[in-house]
C-alpha cells in the first residue's frame, strides 16, 4: 500500500490522473479489508485478500512499464517513509496520553453506583449511627487480628480488594479492614460495607479529614499542595485557598490519599502489624501467613522487582544529584508497593515517616523524581526492606498481556498496576474475570449501575 500511495503521487505529477485514481480505488480497498479484520478481531484470510492484492500488484507493475525515474520513486518513497514514521511516533504519544486519561477518568457505572449509594447514606440516619457504633468496636485495636489497610476513592475496586480477602481467609471474622477515603466518597464507602456483610470480618471507613494532623505544618506534601498558586487561583479567584479546601478540590487530592502509606502508624497508633493493600488488587490466597513472616527487624515486607539491571534504584531516582548519589547504592533491587506487611513497632523505632519527610523535603524541586508514591518509598524504607517470596505478589495485570498462567494461578495477591484497570473498557480481556469473580454483581445497586 505504501508502494502504491508513491505511484499516486508520481501518477499525478505525471499527468496520468486514470492511473493515480485506479490506485487509489484499490488502497482504499486494502483499507477497508483491513479495518474489517480490525473491527471484528479476526484474521483476514488468503481468499479475501489474494483478489485485492493482485489487482494492486498489477497496478503497481502498470505504473512501473511507465518507467518513471527510478530517483524520483525512491526519493518520494523516502519520503512517505519519514512521514509514517512521524504519525507513527506522534499515535504512540497519543495513544499514551488517551490511556492516560482514560485510567483516570470515572466511568459512568461506578460514578452511578456511588450517586445511589450517597442518597441512602443522606436519606438513612440510622446508617450514620450504626457507622459510629462501629468507630467503638474494640476488634479496631485488638493486635490478636489480622489487620488490613486500604486507602481508596473507588467503592466497587476496595470491596473486591475485601471481598477476595475474606473469601480466600480460613477464618474471615479474624480479619479487620482500616479504610480510608476522601469526604466526598465518604457517605458512598460507608454505606457499601454497612449494607453488605463481608463473612463476619470487621470493615471500618474514615475519611481522610479527620486527620488534623495532616497539615502543612507537619507535611512537606500538604504544604506543596498549599502553595500552589494555579490551584489558589482556580478555586477561590486568585485568593490564598484554605488548606482544608486544598485537601479535596486540588486535582491531586488522590495522590494525597496515596501518600497515605506513610502515616500508617499515625492512622492506627495501637496496631503492631498491618498488610497494606492498593484497590487494584484481587487476593486468591489466606494472607494471614503474611503476619508471620520473620522480618528481621526491617519495617515493610516487599515482593523485589529487579531483573538483570531492570527496576534498580538507578531506574526510579535521580544519581545526578549527589545527595542521593552519597546515600544510596544504584544498584539496589527495587521492588513494590500494592501488597506490603509492615512491621509498626519497627516502624515507629525507624521514625520512617519523618525520613519520609526528609525525602520530601529535599525533593521540593522534583529533581530527585519527579512523581509517584515508589520512589518516596524505596527512599524511606532503604535499608528497611525484607524481600517476599515472589508468588506473593503478581504484579503487571494492568499493562502485560503476556504473564504465565501458572504465575498468576500460584499467586497469593495479583495486582493490576497499569493503565489498564479490571473496571475500566480498556482492561486486558484475559485477566479481567480474575476481578469480577469478586463484584457483588447480585447487589440492586450494582446490577443497576453496571448493567442498565
Known sequence: MTLAKAYVILSKEHGNLQLAWELSSQIRNCQRLLSEGAVSGRAITQEEAHPIITRLARLIYKAQDSHYDISTTIVTLKSHAVALEERAKAAVVQTAEFGQLAAESLPKNLHCLTVKLTEEWLQNPKLKSRSEEHRNSTRLVDNNL???????????????????????????????????????????????????????????????????????????????????ETNGYYYSGGSKTLEREIKFHNPKFVSLLNHLRFYIPQILPNLEKVVFLDDDVVVQKDLTQLFSIELHGNVIG?????????????????????IISSKIDPHTCGWAFGMNIFDLIAWRKANATALYHYWQEKNANQLLWRTGTLPAGLLTFYGLMEPLDRRWHVLGLGYDVDIDDRLIESASVVHYNGNMKPWLKLAIRRYKSIWERYVNSSHPYVRDCMFH
Not at 486500604?150 to 477464618?171: E, G, K, M, P, R
Not at 538483570?308 to 531506574?315: A, D, I, P, T, V
Open 146 to 228: 489480622y489487620h488490613f489497610c486500604i486507602f481508596s476513592d473507588n467503592v466497587l475496586a476496595t470491596s473486591v480488594v475485601v471481598n477476595s480477602t475474606v473469601s480466600n481467609a480460613n477464618h474471615p471474622q479474624q480479619l479487620v479492614f482500616h479504610v480510608v477515603t476522601d469526604r466526598i466518597n465518604f457517605g458512598a464507602m460507608s454505606t457499601w460495607f454497612l449494607i453488605n456483610d463481608f463473612k463476619g470480618c470487621t470493615v471500618e471507613v474514615r475519611c481522610i479529614d479527620e486527620f488534623s494532623w495532616l497539615n502543612a505544618a507537619s507535611s512537606p506534601l500538604v504544604r506543596r499542595l498549599s502553595e500552589m
Open 302 to 322: 516487599a515482593v523485589e522487582t529487579c531483573l538483570e539491571s531492570f527496576h534498580r534504584y538507578h531506574k526510579y531516582l535521580n544519581f545526578s544529584q549527589p
